[in-house]
């Protein structure tokens, strides 16, 4: 059975993941599958847009296929990693500046490279089931596929939370926090995937959109607006110890399990993309992170740990949250020089 279904349908062109015992699990050729879909749609006068969508009720899509990364890395091959990311984030960025509107319906788990698929899109809908995140700093990596500029754009200091804790979104905190766009009750969307496909016109998924049942993320903005305000990780961590309450500790105790590196370089990520709206300065500063990632970062052993061994036992480089040096965080989000991700060059 293929991992992705590509073709045009009535009006629009549609992409359709197909892995849902993987929780439509991400693959280096899905990606390229994608890019190559967006390369022939965009000048095509018979598509008048794109629906991105996905098989199964658990997952749009849970993340990156990244078990080859671990077996390619340990052996000391990084190119594969390093080219996997490269035209990941090359084919997201083509999403986030599509000439046409995108939808996406994003039902159950959206993480990581789902996020990367689902949330750049211009009608980014989710439902009852679904769970918004980007949990990269648990296995050593950090926010990335465009993600840490949606979180950089988030409201006050709601996206450096996220970052450091992997919370999970339901529909109104994902909407709330500028991952979706709308609120589509589930059963309603084999309806609106009819009207699209017949008509092609987006805009009835303005038509069709709902209140979201109430979240939680809008109430909690002013005390994470307070303890998130830290210019680096230690001055965060300073500032949960010192409020001491249960949402601060309960913050702490999330972070304690995530890699300390990842968690310091996400924050200074999104601190220096705060007020951009610029996707290809947001992907060059993930890339030069995830290009040295496989060898200097705690990305290896932060798979290992959940996902190969699943002892959840991860030994960070670095001994705790206090623990992460300046100069660490620098020289993981140095230019890269001649190896560095040029966008401006591959999307001409």
């Not at 997201?92 to 319906?105: G, H, Q, T, Y």
Request: hydrophobic share 45%.
């Amino acid at each position: 059975m293929s991992e992705i279904e590509i073709r045009k349908e009535g009006r629009i062109g549609r992409i359709t993941l197909t892995r849902p015992k993987a929780l439509n699990a991400l693959g280096y050729d899905m990606c390229l599958a994608i890019e190559a879909a967006l390369d022939a749609w965009a000048p095509d006068p018979e598509v008048r847009m794109i629906l991105i969508d996905a098989e199964g009720d658990k997952a749009f899509c849970a993340g990156g296929d990244i078990a080859v990364m671990y077996e390619t890395g340990t052996k000391g091959d990084y190119a594969y990693g390093q080219t996997f990311w490269r035209d990941e984030y090359r084919m997201n960025a083509k999403l986030f500046e599509f000439p046409k509107p995108v939808v996406s319906l994003m039902q159950g788990f959206v993480m990581g490279g789902g996020v990367g698929v689902g949330c750049h899109g211009s009608h980014r809908v989710v439902g009852e089931s679904s769970q918004v995140a980007m949990p990269e700093c648990g296995i050593g990596l950090v926010p990335d596929v465009g993600g840490s500029l949606i979180l950089a754009r988030a409201p006050g200091r709601i996206g450096e939370y996220l970052g450091v804790t992997g919370r999970r979104m339901g529909p109104a905190d994902a909407i709330f926090a500028g991952f979706a766009d709308y609120f589509i009750p589930e059963a309603d969307w084999p309806a609106l995937t009819g009207a699209l496909v017949e008509t092609g016109d987006w805009e009835a998924v303005d038509r069709a959109a709902r209140t979201p049942p109430p979240g939680e993320l809008a109430a909690l903005q002013p005390r994470i607006d307070a303890l998130f305000a830290g210019e680096r990780l230690l001055d965060i961590v300073n500032a949960l110890t010192a409020d001491g309450s249960d949402f601060a500790l309960s913050a702490l105790k999330v972070m304690e399990r995530n890699s300390p590196l990842a968690m310091a370089c996400a924050i200074e990520m999104q601190h220096r993309l705060k007020g951009s709206d610029d996707i290809r300065r947001a992907l060059a500063l993930e890339y030069r992170f995830t290009y040295r990632a496989p060898e200097h970062s705690d990305f290896l052993e932060g798979i290992r740990a959940a996902i190969i061994d699943k002892d959840r036992k991860p030994r960070w480089k670095h001994a705790g949250l206090e623990a992460v040096p300046g100069a660490d965080v620098a020289r993981m989000l140095m230019p890269l020089g001649e190896h560095g991700l040029k966008l401006e060059e591959e999307l001409q």
